[in-house]
């Protein structure tokens, strides 16, 4: 599926996005759209930005200068995701011609739209009243700084459970292990002898 991640610009994150789109912001241990990557397990077709994000996102996406950026396929329709939504919640697929909004209906989350329409969208953040809209609750949405730290621990254990987890490499007569949830240890780190991993309540990161 072709999909796109935008920058809508409707939010108020200060200095965090003065030199980067809101999906480079690091919102837990991965940023936004290395979430989205992962749960599309492909690149996006072209980020949307505001213009003057445009050479930074160039230049963050790629050395290459021919990066799409700002620029889709005519011939194609394309799936937009908000950057602001920072978990991947997407579990249906949406059709051509449909989108889903937040609780309160205004912002777009998703949108399944022609190619022709998408450019519209993102210039004008209106979506045409052909578009068959569908509510979802319960989307983590960034707007303000504190957004970040409100959903910090979802995002955490959104990423720590699906990075690779090797507590079963960890030698028994080297270091202990405890509870149900993985421990991941980073090849470059350093555990001392007789370390205690007590993962009963939660995942556990040594990077």
Aim: charged share 20%.
């Amino acid at each position: 599926m072709r999909w796109c991640i935008m920058d809508d610009g409707q939010h108020t994150l200060g200095p965090m996005t003065d030199l980067r789109a809101v999906f480079h912001i690091r919102t837990g241990i991965h940023t936004t759209l290395d979430r989205w990557i992962a749960h599309f397990t492909s690149t996006p077709a072209a980020p949307f930005v505001p213009p003057h994000l445009a050479q930074l996102t160039r230049e963050r996406a790629a050395a290459d200068d021919e990066v799409a950026i700002n620029q889709y396929d005519a011939s194609k329709s394309i799936l937009l995701i908000n950057g602001r939504w920072l978990l991947p919640q997407l579990e249906t697929k949406l059709s051509p011609g449909e989108a889903l909004l937040d609780a309160n209906g205004r912002t777009v989350l998703a949108a399944h739209l022609s190619a022709d329409d998408a450019r519209g969208f993102a210039h004008t953040g209106d979506l045409p009243d052909r578009v068959d809209t569908q509510p979802f609750n319960g989307a983590a949405l960034l707007t303000h700084p504190w957004d970040v730290i409100r959903h910090r621990d979802a995002a955490i254990a959104h990423d720590a459970a699906r990075i690779r987890m090797v507590d079963a490499l960890i030698p028994e007569d080297f270091a202990f292990t405890e509870g149900d949830y993985a421990v991941d240890i980073h090849e470059t780190a350093r555990i001392a002898h007789n370390v205690y991993f007590d993962s009963t309540h939660g995942p556990i990161v040594v990077d």
